[in-house]
């Protein structure tokens, strides 16, 4: 038991390791050897085992809050809706609180209309069918609400989940359409 005191002694900085390595030497070149390994090993393991908790205690402080990053995108959604929001309210050239198929077209041939579209996720290739899709097939206008949810429902790219919707409803519509054959 005392040499198992001096070896923790030796490595924990309790004595100095040398005093008990002359000690040691006194052995023979092997026990000299492992004395060595012994000391070489415990300090490297401890140095490492001290670094990787320190190194995850600072990646863990360092990795922002869930809580953060979802409030931070819903603030950055939100400021995005009320842009939009602004930009719609001049697609609303007369004032009524709706956007017209026939303003939502005027508006649509101004190139910095179309760029900002672009910008916040919206592709204007078919200007018609876009109105169409957000207001409906036989609306002739929409409300400004009501648009900006519609454009923001279609910005960006499909995601699976919305292939998936559409293959819902079509499986649907052909269950529904079985029911006459």
């Known amino acids: 038991s005392l040499t198992m005191l001096s070896l923790y002694m030796a490595v924990t900085g309790g004595n100095d390791w040398a005093a008990y390595y002359y000690i ?7 026990y000299d050897f492992l004395f060595l390994l012994y000391t070489f090993f415990f300090v490297f393991a401890l140095f490492n085992v001290m670094t990787g908790i320190f190194v995850e205690r600072a990646m863990a402080a ?5 809580e953060e990053i979802i409030y931070e ?7 995005q809706v009320e842009g939009f929001r602004e930009l719609c309210k001049q697609l609303d050239s007369d004032g009524s609180g ?6 939502f077209e005027e508006h649509m041939k101004d190139d910095k209309m179309v760029s900002y579209m672009s910008v916040v996720g919206l592709q204007m290739n078919d200007v018609q069918h876009f109105f169409r899709s957000v207001a409906g097939d036989d609306q002739a206008e929409v409300d400004i609400d ?7 429902a279609m910005k960006g790219s499909a995601t699976a989940l919305d292939v998936q919707k559409q293959l819902h409803a079509s499986n649907k519509l052909c269950e529904y359409f079985q029911l006459f054959e």
Not at 98 to 103: R, V, Y
């Open 24 to 30: 040691v030497r006194l052995g023979g070149p092997f």
């Open 62 to 66: 360092s990795l922002p809050d869930r």
């Open 73 to 79: 995108e819903r603030k950055k959604l939100l400021e």
């Open 98 to 103: 709706t956007i017209s198929k026939e303003e």
């Open 146 to 152: 009501h648009f900006v949810e519609g454009c923001m």
